[in-house]
Each structure stands twice: as structure tokens, then as C-alpha cells.
């Protein structure tokens, strides 16, 4: 079965780190990029970026750069969101989710997102 | 950044009736060598992750009821759903993935009247 699994709902304090996982099964993990979401409490979706699974190389959204990492470890087909330095405006739902980004001309078009993980809800609370 | 709004931001329809979003890009998402509207519709279940409904404005995903359906090009798309089922309370969500950083619009909440 075609599938993205993330991690379980996290409680953190301020100032504390996280990290979020997202299993792929089913497929080739190295034919799709990750993206990361994030959908705070009765909000919308906000792109945070995407990694290459084939590189390694991801890209940071403006507003996610410093406090946010993406990793992966292909021997387990899982990317991995990490966030440290964690504030209450953390506080969301953050979603794993695949494309097939081309690049042409040097600039990357990005893909469909056809598959999402479940996502992950990330609590920062003292 | 290429801003996507949609409109309205809720919607109450009857069961049976037909249900009309729609979504304004601030910058055309047609790329003309290929003629693709790089344009999705998500649909957003309470509690659940967004599921594509439609890609490259009008695409059908697999499994999706042939109820839904996209038109639109360039800046302005529509989904419709011809006629809403219990099932269809949702939000829905616009997204163009023609250029980074990848956008989503705000959102429109469908209900049952």
C-alpha cells in the first residue's frame, strides 16, 4: 500500500526541539520529493519547503530558515523535519507530503501533491 | 510570491444542488511550452490530511467521484461539484505549484443548508 506515515503528536516546552518523521512504503522512495506543510489551528496550509530524495538538498520557504531542518535517511525511506528552538506560534499540524519536482532552465517547477502523511501534531506549551 | 484567493470564503449548498468555488491566482500558472495549468484542488476533511481532488486544473485523481470537476485557465479557476453529497462537507483548498514558494489559498468551508 501506497503510504506516507508520520510520527505522533508531540508536546514540547518552549525552547525544546522536535523532530518529525514521515515513513514512505509502497513505492520507490527516491522518485519523489518531500514536501513539509503547516496548518496551524484553524488555519490554512502553508508550503515550508521540500527535500530532494535524491540529492539530499532541500529548500527552506521564507519564514522557515535557521529553526528548521530537513533530513532524510533513504536506507528507511523517511524524511525527517526537525525544529528547534521551539515558540507557542509553533504550534501546529505539520504534514509530510510527495511530488516529482522537474527543474528546467535551472529553476525548479514543482509537482501535484499526490499523496499526504497524516500529519503531526506539534503542541508548544509551558 | 503568487498569491492564490479564493472565493467565497464559506459556502451553504442543499444536498443534491451544485457547489461553486472559486480560486484567482495574482499571476497566470499556464506555462505555455506545455500548455499545463501547474494548478490543484485539495479537498480537507475535519481531522483528516488535504486530498487531491483535481490536478492541472480540470485532471480528475483517481478515485475521485466524476461529480467534482475544474475548468479555468491562466488566473481563474472554478471546481464544481454538481451535485453535493453529505459526504462533500469540507474545506477546499486551491494550490498552484508553478512557482516556489509553492501557495495555497485561504480556504473555503462547504456546508450543507
Known amino acids: 500500500q501506497v503510504q506516507l506515515v508520520q510520527s505522533g503528536s508531540e508536546l514540547k516546552k518552549p525552547g525544546a526541539s522536535v523532530k518529525v518523521s514521515c515513513k514512505a512504503s509502497?513505492?520507490?522512495?527516491?522518485?519523489?520529493?518531500i514536501n513539509w506543510v503547516r496548518q496551524a489551528p484553524g488555519q490554512g496550509l502553508e508550503w515550508m519547503g521540500w527535500?530532494?530524495?535524491?540529492?539530499?538538498?532541500?529548500t527552506y520557504a521564507q519564514g522557515f530558515t535557521g529553526r528548521f531542518v530537513f533530513s532524510l535517511d533513504t536506507s528507511v525511506s523517511t524524511a525527517y523535519l526537525q525544529i528547534s528552538s521551539l515558540k507557542a506560534e509553533d504550534t501546529a499540524v505539520y504534514y509530510c507530503?510527495?511530488?516529482?519536482?522537474?527543474?528546467?532552465?535551472?529553476?525548479?517547477?514543482?509537482?501535484?501533491?499526490?499523496?499526504w502523511g497524516q500529519g503531526t501534531m506539534v503542541t508548544v506549551s509551558s | 510570491d503568487i498569491v492564490m484567493t479564493q472565493s467565497p470564503d464559506s459556502l451553504a449548498v442543499s444536498l443534491g444542488e451544485r457547489a461553486t468555488i472559486n480560486c484567482k491566482s495574482s499571476?497566470?500558472?499556464?506555462?505555455?511550452?506545455?500548455?499545463?495549468?501547474?494548478f490543484s484542488w485539495y479537498q480537507q476533511k475535519a481531522g483528516q490530511p488535504p486530498k487531491l481532488l483535481l490536478y492541472?486544473?480540470?485532471i480528475r485523481e483517481s478515485g475521485v467521484p466524476d461529480r467534482f470537476s475544474g475548468s479555468g485557465s491562466g488566473t481563474d479557476f472554478t471546481l464544481t461539484i454538481s451535485s453535493l453529497q453529505a459526504e462533500d462537507v469540507a474545506v477546499y483548498y486551491c494550490q498552484q505549484y508553478f512557482s516556489t514558494p509553492v501557495t495555497f489559498g485561504q480556504g473555503t468551508r462547504l456546508e450543507i443548508k
Open positions: 527535500i530532494s530524495t535524491n540529492t539530499g538538498n532541500p
Open positions: 492541472w486544473a480540470s
Open positions: 509502497g513505492y520507490t522512495f527516491t522518485t519523489y520529493a
Open positions: 499571476q497566470s500558472v499556464l506555462y505555455s511550452s506545455n500548455n499545463k495549468n501547474y
Open positions: 507530503a510527495r511530488d516529482t519536482p522537474i527543474t528546467i532552465f535551472g529553476v525548479v517547477i514543482h509537482d501535484t501533491f499526490d499523496m
